[in-house]
């Protein structure tokens, strides 16, 4: 098998595509693996759709499924593209909905299926958060300083919530956030709906304008915006390497 592992401004994925459909949670278990294979946040597998360009598979490092990734959206858009399965505009079918996607080079904008709100403004060890699902759910907590991103912390919300857990800092109107990520168990480098579960609550707040900067942990420049109520993600994406396995 052909393997590529792409890195969406620090989220890493392994990605290929086949024509059986079948449960790849073991698979994404091992070629995930760090040490042992060749290491990822997670797995995407794109299969044939009578509907829309593609279908996708996506799985988290540990093997379970997730219906939503959108730094994984903007992965395999790239690399769909690339390897002549679709045009540079695509509709492509998740578990949390359809999702457009277009590229542009080495950037990759996606179109966001609609979001949630769950819960707002509760409090919990000494915290403000509100439940967004933004194709999975995340814990948003406003913050004036990053640092206090709390990792015990974020595993006690996680396990209670079901839920990622994001930090989110506003400095001249633009976003810093930090996530905890579900199905990694671990503080990733960036979460794409992460940052957008943050932008929706800092937005309603008007803490920041309707298109923003935004920053996750690996320190790489995304957009977000909001345009006649749909939500869209923008940013690089890079093809590290291709490898058979």
Same mark, same amino acid.
């Given at each position: ?25 073991? =698979? ?14 997670? #797995?995407?597998?794109?299969? @044939? ?17 997730? #219906? ?34 277009? !590229? ?17 403004? *509760?409090? %919990? ?11 999975? @759910?995340? #814990?948003?907590?406003? !913050?004036?300083?990053?640092?206090? *991103?709390?990792?015990? &912390? ?10 990622? !857990? ?7 109107? =633009? ?9 990694? %168990?671990? %503080? ?17 707040? *008007? &803490? ?7 920053? @996750?942990?690996?320190?790489?420049? &995304? ?12 940013? =690089? ?9």
């Amino acid at each position: 098998m052909t393997y590529t592992k792409y890195s969406a401004s620090g989220n890493d994925f392994i990605i290929f595509h086949t024509f059986n459909k079948q449960d790849y949670s073991k =698979k994404a278990i091992s070629l995930c693996n760090r040490t042992q294979g060749i290491g990822a946040d997670g #797995l995407i597998v794109l299969i @044939p759709n009578k509907t829309y360009d593609f279908e996708w598979l996506f799985y988290n490092s540990d093997g379970s499924t997730a #219906l939503m990734c959108a730094n994984g959206t903007r992965a395999c858009a790239h690399y769909a593209y690339n390897n002549n399965l679709t045009k540079c505009t695509m509709s492509f079918q998740t578990g949390a909905g359809i999702i457009y996607s277009e !590229v542009s080079g080495d950037i990759v904008q996606t179109q966001l299926t609609k979001h949630q709100v769950i819960k707002e403004d *509760f409090k %919990e060890y000494g915290y403000t958060w509100s439940l967004i699902d933004t194709g999975v @759910p995340h #814990l948003v907590c406003i !913050v004036e300083d990053l640092d206090n *991103f709390d990792i015990n &912390l974020c595993v006690k919300m996680r396990q209670k919530y079901n839920a990622n !857990v994001n930090f989110v800092q506003v400095k001249n109107k =633009k976003l810093f956030v930090r996530t905890f990520e579900k199905g990694v %168990e671990a %503080e990733t480098l960036a979460c794409g709906t992460g940052m957008v579960a943050c932008f929706i609550r800092t937005n309603e707040l *008007f &803490l920041v304008e309707n298109e923003v900067f935004v920053y @996750p942990k690996s320190k790489e420049e &995304l957009s977000i915006r909001l345009e006649n109520d749909k939500l869209y993600l923008k940013g =690089k994406v890079k093809k590290v390497f291709v490898t058979q396995i």
